[in-house]
């Protein structure tokens, strides 16, 4: 899907990756509202960094932020994008690590 939005070749892909984008915005805008995260949201995984471009078109900003009243709060909180793939999963790795030594 990612591959044929960038590509130009399928609207539906198009379309669909701006909705991912929109519907992964707001949540992330969610989660930083019920955390009071003012030291920063941190985006990782597999997805985002394939369609990097996509996401700092402004769309997941703008789904981040729209949120009425607490748009102020929001602007303020930073947004990171973690680039590499395995970080989550390393991140899960040291914690499972650390649990079992216990």
């Known amino acids: ?11 539906v892909c198009r379309k669909t990756v ?9 949540e992330a805008g969610n989660l ?4 009071l ?3 920063g949201v941190y985006v990782a995984g597999g997805i985002v960094p394939k369609i990097l471009d996509e996401v700092k078109a402004g769309g997941f900003v703008r789904a981040f932020q729209e ?3 607490f ?9 990171y994008i973690v680039l590499d793939e395995n970080l989550p999963l ?4 040291v914690r ?3 649990e079992l030594e216990g």
């Open 1 to 11: 899907i990612t591959r044929r939005s960038q590509e130009g070749s399928c609207v």
């Open 18 to 26: 701006d909705l991912w984008i929109a519907l992964c915005g707001a």
């Open 32 to 35: 930083a509202l019920k955390a």
């Open 37 to 39: 995260a003012r030291g």
């Open 67 to 69: 949120k009425s009243k």
């Open 71 to 79: 748009r102020s709060l929001l602007q303020q909180i930073p947004i």
């Open 90 to 93: 390393m991140g899960a790795a």
């Open 96 to 98: 499972a690590v650390a």
